[in-house]
């Protein structure tokens, strides 16, 4: 079978390897969709982790074996996959820290060498300890739906992680597709949001996805296309005479400061600006800081004498797949409108330096082998 195989930093390479062979417990899948997410692009710039492997962890295909042992999975059974899934009785998972459980670091699911993932092949063999996060396709649904299934239960996780009362107002800054998906879920929880990025075309796509208001970032190298739209935009937000977002947040918040801020962006700067933005006993929650080693300078009296809490999250929560699964194939949160671009196999790295480098017409980026 075909394969995109890691051979070292920014090295992908087209080539031939053995179709997976699967034991009496586990599953081989035709990989239809595989979408590209942030952190194998870190791992293939950066070279975090030694070649070779088959990168690709957000994979939804269909059953075409199934191992003798196997149960509850027919060939022929459109699937969407999940590579991590806890165990659910270490220490860690008893406090719900389920990426930090010994089995979840595992990867389950390959298309040969180290197990990474494997949605950039062909064929995938799932491994037993996972297939508890196969989630079934339903038939009115597409492979992209279920690719997407992985990614928004990481931000599912991640609201669940704050302290919201209903009609609280959160910052989201960052709105690519995950900074989106923020913005969906939070609206259908009753949040009343504030979206921030550098391009105008997010931001008005953040209003379709229910963000109250919105705030641009100044950039730089505006084409005639955006400044198109950023003077439309400025028609909708002339009513706020305000010339900063702490201006806005004081207006929106009658002085008080946002309830919660997350950052869908890995700027140092964002941390700290919004910081000053949440009020006291407020939450900043980190998203996109996952390349470890950076340092960046804070001022923990806000933590401590302000009690404004800074967290993290990462990766996903296997206990929320049927919730997420409900939200996504119910089109509540229409992923449909988040993919903009699909590549064949053999540009995998394409579609990697597009989701590395996006454009202003560029959101959710993936691999398609799709039949339907």
Request: charged fraction near 20%.
């Given at each position: 079978?075909?394969?995109?195989?890691?051979?070292?930093?920014?090295?992908?390479?087209?080539?031939?390897?053995?179709?997976?062979?699967?034991?009496?417990?586990?599953?081989?899948?035709?990989?239809?969709?595989?979408?590209?997410?942030?952190?194998?692009?870190?791992?293939?710039?950066?070279?975090?982790?030694?070649?070779?492997?088959?990168?690709?962890?957000?994979?939804?295909?269909?059953?075409?074996?199934?191992?003798?042992?196997?149960?509850?999975?027919?060939?022929?059974?459109?699937?969407?996959?999940?590579?991590?899934?806890?165990?659910?009785?270490?220490?860690?998972?008893?406090h719900r820290a389920f990426?930090?459980?010994?089995?979840?670091?595992?990867?389950?699911?390959?298309?040969?060498?180290?197990?990474?993932?494997?949605?950039?092949?062909?064929?995938?063999?799932?491994?037993?300890?996972?297939?508890?996060?196969?989630?079934?396709?339903?038939?009115?649904?597409?492979?992209?739906?279920?690719?997407?299934?992985?990614?928004?239960?990481?931000?599912?996780?991640?609201?669940?992680?704050?302290?919201?009362?209903?009609?609280?107002?959160?910052?989201?800054?960052?709105?690519?597709?995950?900074?989106?998906?923020?913005?969906r879920l939070l609206t259908?929880?009753?949040?009343?949001?504030?979206?921030?990025?550098?391009?105008?075309s997010r931001l008005e796509?953040?209003?379709?996805?229910?963000?109250?208001?919105?705030?641009?970032?100044?950039?730089?190298?505006?084409?005639?296309?955006?400044?198109?739209?950023?003077?439309?935009?400025?028609?909708?937000?002339?009513?706020?005479?305000?010339?900063?977002?702490?201006?806005?947040?004081?207006?929106?918040?009658?002085?008080?400061?946002?309830?919660?801020?997350?950052?869908?962006?890995?700027?140092?700067?964002?941390?700290?600006?919004?910081?000053?933005?949440?009020?006291?006993?407020?939450?900043?929650?980190?998203?996109?800081?996952?390349?470890?080693?950076?340092?960046?300078?804070?001022?923990?009296?806000?933590?401590?004498?302000?009690?404004?809490?800074?967290?993290?999250?990462?990766?996903?929560?296997?206990?929320?797949?049927?919730?997420?699964?409900?939200?996504?194939?119910?089109?509540?949160?229409?992923?449909?409108?988040?993919?903009?671009?699909?590549?064949?196999?053999?540009?995998?790295?394409?579609?990697?330096?597009?989701?590395?480098?996006?454009?202003?017409?560029?959101?959710?980026?993936?691999?398609?082998?799709?039949?339907?």
């Amino acid at each position: 079978m075909r394969a995109i195989v890691y051979r070292g930093p920014n090295d992908l390479r087209l080539e031939n390897v053995p179709v997976p062979r699967i034991g009496s417990g586990e599953l081989l899948v035709k990989v239809a969709v595989c979408g590209v997410c942030p952190t194998d692009i870190k791992k293939i710039q950066y070279g975090t982790v030694p070649p070779p492997r088959v990168f690709g962890h957000e994979t939804a295909g269909v059953i075409v074996r199934r191992g003798a042992q196997t149960r509850g999975f027919q060939v022929g059974e459109r699937v969407a996959l999940h590579h991590h899934v806890p165990c659910l009785k270490c220490h860690d998972c008893a406090h719900r820290a389920f990426a930090q459980c010994a089995q979840y670091k595992r990867t389950g699911i390959t298309a040969g060498f180290e197990p990474a993932g494997g949605g950039y092949a062909e064929y995938v063999r799932v491994m037993p300890w996972v297939l508890p996060g196969v989630v079934k396709i339903p038939q009115r649904n597409s492979f992209f739906e279920g690719a997407m299934l992985e990614p928004v239960n990481t931000v599912l996780k991640a609201i669940k992680r704050l302290a919201l009362l209903n009609g609280d107002t959160v910052l989201v800054a960052g709105q690519g597709p995950i900074g989106l998906m923020f913005t969906r879920l939070l609206t259908l929880q009753g949040m009343k949001v504030v979206a921030t990025d550098r391009l105008v075309s997010r931001l008005e796509l953040s209003r379709d996805f229910g963000a109250k208001w919105t705030w641009e970032v100044n950039s730089e190298n505006r084409s005639p296309k955006s400044e198109a739209l950023r003077s439309k935009f400025r028609v909708q937000s002339s009513r706020f005479n305000v010339s900063s977002l702490a201006q806005l947040t004081d207006l929106l918040t009658h002085g008080r400061g946002l309830d919660a801020a997350i950052i869908a962006v890995p700027s140092d700067e964002v941390v700290r600006e919004a910081q000053q933005l949440v009020r006291c006993g407020g939450q900043v929650l980190l998203f996109s800081h996952t390349r470890r080693g950076e340092q960046a300078c804070l001022d923990l009296a806000t933590i401590c004498t302000d009690e404004k809490d800074l967290i993290g999250s990462y990766s996903a929560d296997f206990t929320l797949q049927a919730e997420v699964a409900r939200l996504v194939f119910s089109q509540k949160l229409d992923v449909r409108q988040l993919i903009t671009h699909e590549f064949p196999l053999d540009q995998t790295a394409a579609a990697i330096g597009l989701a590395a480098q996006p454009t202003e017409n560029s959101l959710k980026v993936v691999v398609t082998q799709r039949t339907e």
